[in-house]
């Protein structure tokens, strides 16, 4: 069954010119279209600067899109002139690049994990208490890291808490940008067990955005390529990387082997853009 649908998504941005002359319009995403279903795994791939991470932003509600629209169990949660009701964002959550930008630095974690529900529920102190704990001890947290700052917890648990803040929500729909960067091979092994066994469990969804094919073999359902703001190719996994239809899914595979499947490639995309 679909869960999000994904129609005719488009976002410009303003370039500005030198001293405001000259403006250009940059299409970021132009005219993507997709659907997910229950409990799958999409992955989307595509070098720095396709606009990976404007698609999610707009999905999730955080930038603007400039024409379309994002529906999640038929109900829609994105367009151009929509304002997002509280509830329906805590069905549909963005995880950070940066584990860091989703914990305040001046905030204990008990403080950082205490606010969503305060924000999003009417749960008692003790309820949420109670409910803080029982996660972070299915996410492996030691509950004596409460009252500790996150400069003062190491980088995979401050990514293990910034999770724990979204999931206390329970969530229908994850979006996860770049879950494993930064990250040694050991703990990007945990952190992707972590995420398949939460999807087992709490039954999730997942739209799952990295430039790294190995992860995406290796956790995704489906993949999505994008290229200078479009999808060019979308399947199965093991058909899209096993036997790739449009040559920039080859090219990128082919860069990805050349540079052992970590970045696949640093070069922004040629730009896009018109006089306005
Ligand atoms: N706020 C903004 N203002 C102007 N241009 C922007 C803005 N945000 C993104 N862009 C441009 O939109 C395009 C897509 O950017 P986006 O961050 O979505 O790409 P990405 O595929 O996520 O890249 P990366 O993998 O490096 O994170 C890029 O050319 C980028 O420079």
Request: charged residues 25%; neutral net charge; contains cysteine.
């Amino acid at each position: 069954m679909t869960l999000l649908e994904v129609h005719c998504l488009s976002r410009d941005f303003t370039v500005r010119g030198f001293f405001g002359r000259g403006n250009k319009i940059l299409r970021a995403v132009d005219d993507v279209s997709f659907s997910v279903a229950e409990a799958e795994i999409l992955g989307i791939v595509g070098e720095t600067g396709s606009g990976k991470s404007t698609l999610a932003k707009m999905i999730a509600g955080i930038q603007q899109p400039s024409s379309g629209w994002v529906s999640l169990s038929g109900e829609i949660v994105a367009s151009r002139d929509l304002k997002l009701a509280k509830p329906v964002r805590a069905k549909l959550q963005y995880i950070y690049q940066d584990p860091s930008a989703s914990l305040d630095p001046r905030w204990t974690l008990k403080r950082s994990l205490h606010e969503p529900l305060v924000t999003h529920t009417d749960l008692s102190p003790q309820l949420r208490e109670e409910k803080i704990l029982k996660l972070m001890a299915d996410l492996e947290l030691p509950s004596a890291l409460l009252d500790r700052y996150p400069h003062e917890v190491s980088g995979g648990q401050q990514r293990r808490v910034g999770l724990a803040r979204v999931l206390l929500l329970a969530p229908k729909f994850v979006i996860f940008d770049e879950p494993t960067s930064g990250l040694d091979v050991l703990v990007q092994a945990a952190v992707l067990k972590l995420l398949r066994d939460l999807r087992q469990e709490f039954g999730l969804t997942y739209l799952f955005i990295s430039h790294d094919i190995t992860v995406v073999s290796s956790i995704c359902d489906r993949v999505a390529v994008m290229h200078n703001g479009s999808i060019v190719e979308i399947g199965p996994v093991n058909e899209v990387l096993v036997n790739p239809k449009h040559p920039h899914t080859r090219a990128l595979l082919a860069a990805s082997l050349r540079i052992g499947g970590a970045r696949l490639t640093d070069d922004p995309p040629a730009p896009r853009e018109r006089e306005t």
